[in-house]
């Protein structure tokens, strides 16, 4: 197989498909159908998705939550505006974040946000250039950060989001994402009740999405990327739902790229799903063998990017990108409160 290069998953994007908003009416987008087989497309409405599914199928979803991570602060003794955005709870209070500007938070310096309500001193410099930063504040952490911190939309959306809960899938449970498993965002409590009541089995796994999900490749060889590692836990009862399904003959069907990278970094070569947690760097790029998912319900991913490849790696490339041409033809809505794919 001759070597994967960065630009072989370009496709051109115009500006103006990028989604700024989520829609009013969560399960009102569309639905691209692409059959991994074939190559052949429909296109439906996200609603349709239930056709799609039979009875005995399982549902994988990412339960995780985001936090409101991004925080505006001020340089203790200079004043100077200082962005934190947390990635990753290290320890108690000690969080692994991203600064800006970085010059003006070298180790020791302190930060002070909300007027002194909470203040982080920064202990460490690490890989990339994150910091560790130590953070005091009176009462329970979590209250000051909803009550101070704002949702870290991706770099491309410039909008500011009116509600908050437009962000967060509904059936976040776990709070540790710096940015929401988007492909989820499409399902509202009513459509899942439908789900169940077809005889699909909806099966909750969780796994920490990082900004790293959004870094790009800068390797122009895909084997000389380095992937971001991400927190992710498996419950004893997902994956016996899941080892059930495949047991019975059903399908496992993967809500959003960040359960597939869960459950396929959960599973052992006889492809049975290990309940249990840990962080994974797992990389998925054309060659790989999927060892449980069977489709993919996804949103539609930056061109170039490691959830292109994933995607390309269940699908195959050229179908891939003949369903990205064909999706910008047709004005579909991207990224992460654009529209869907179901890969069948």
Known sequence: MRELLKKDFYFDLPPELIAQDPLEDRSGSRLLVLDKETGEIEHRVFTDIVEYLREGDCLVL???????????????????????????????????????????????????????????????????????????YEGIFEEVLDRLGEMPLPPYITHKLADRDRYQTVYAKYEGSAAAP???????????????????????????VGLGTFRPVKEENLLDHHMHSEFYQVTREAADL??????????VICVGTTSCRTI???????????AGSGDTEIFIYPG???????????????????????????A????????????????????????????K
């Open 316 to 343: 195959g490339r050229e179908h891939v990108l003949n369903a990205y041409r064909t999706a910008v033809q047709e004005r579909y809505r991207f990224f992460s409160f654009g529209d869907a794919c179901l890969i």
């Open 242 to 251: 899941i080892n059930s399904t495949k047991q019975a003959g059903g399908r």
């Open 182 to 208: 988007t492909a989820g965002l499409h399902f509202t409590r009513e459509l899942l009740e439908q789900i169940r009541e077809k005889g699909v089995k909806t099966a909750y796994v969780t796994l920490h």
């Open 62 to 136: 990412n339960n995780t939550k985001v936090i409101p991570a991004r925080l505006m602060g001020e340089k203790a003794g200079t004043g100077a505006a200082i962005e934190v955005l947390l990635l990753k709870r290290r320890e108690n209070d000690v969080w692994e974040a991203l600064v800006k500007p970085g010059k003006k938070a070298r180790e020791g310096a302190v930060i002070s946000f909300g007027g002194g309500l909470l203040t982080g001193e920064v202990i460490d410099v690490v890989e990339e250039g994150n910091r560790l930063i130590q953070f005091r």
């Open 288 to 314: 790989y063998r999927f060892k449980v998912l069977d489709n993919l319900i996804t949103n539609f991913h930056l061109p170039e990017s490691t959830l292109i490849m994933l995607v390309s790696a269940l």
């Open 264 to 274: 396929e970094s959960a599973a052992g070569a006889d492809g049975s799903v290990a």
